[in-house]
T-cell receptor, first 116, second 111 residues
């Protein structure tokens, strides 16, 4: 799974600060997905992006959270004014363009966000 | 609504066979995936089913019954390294690609 690169692996922020999580998809992949995993819970879908477009953001909280996937560079998940409840593991996944429905999403190692 | 159910935890012995069940109720269906996740690591893809029946891949097999909303993952010849969480995920047919995950089944393989 080294193909999907996420950084940082661990991020510590104080309440009220901003957190920026980065994801570079596997080579040749143009679809990016962000998921959040709370302790003892399953992965929860947040947002699905293609280059320069947000396709589905139905899982994103309405406030403080935003995501982008620019033409150049990694996808960014941005959390403003973080609160304790934002502490979680954030996983990015990618899949090939236009791909058949049997194309799995490949996951990165995640960013563990801790809010002090 | 969408609901995916899996047992929380299972234990098994090295060399044995274990079956991890998953039931789902989703608005539309376009495939079911199984992933393995070791603690602190990324989920890794194991198998995909979209038609009814059994898909076999080495020591791992996955079964799907769409009419019953049911799948299972079968692990044979268990090894200690198989101790991990196993995640069942369903993709809907809304045109978007998001996966809906169960909470995962934590499998502990003992000697």
């Amino acid at each position: 799974n080294a193909g999907v690169m996420q950084n940082p692996r661990h991020l510590v922020r104080r309440r009220g600060q901003e957190a920026r999580l980065r994801c570079s998809p596997m080579k040749g992949h143009s679809h990016v997905y962000w998921y959040r995993q709370l302790p003892e819970e399953g992965l929860k879908f947040m947002v699905y992006l293609q280059k320069e477009n947000i396709i589905d953001e139905s899982g994103m909280p309405k406030e403080r959270f935003s995501a982008e996937f620019p033409k150049e560079g990694p996808s960014i998940l941005r959390i403003q004014q973080v609160v304790r409840g934002d502490s979680a593991a954030y996983f990015c996944a990618s899949s090939p363009p236009g791909g058949g429905s049997n194309q799995p999403q490949h996951f990165g190692d995640g960013t563990r966000l801790s809010i002090l | 609504g969408q609901n995916i159910d899996q047992p929380t935890e299972m234990t098994a012995t090295e060399g044995a066979i274990v079956q991890i069940n998953c039931t789902y109720q989703t608005s539309g269906f376009n495939g079911l995936f199984w992933y393995q996740q070791h603690a602190g690591e990324a989920p890794t893809f194991l198998s995909y089913n979209v038609l009814d029946g059994l898909e076999e891949k080495g020591r791992f097999s996955s079964f799907l019954s769409r009419s019953k909303g049911y799948s299972y993952l079968l692990l044979k010849e268990l090894q200690m390294k198989d101790s991990a969480s196993y995640l069942c995920a369903v993709r809907s047919n809304t045109g978007f690609q998001k996966l809906v995950f169960g909470t995962g089944t934590r499998l502990l393989v003992s000697p």
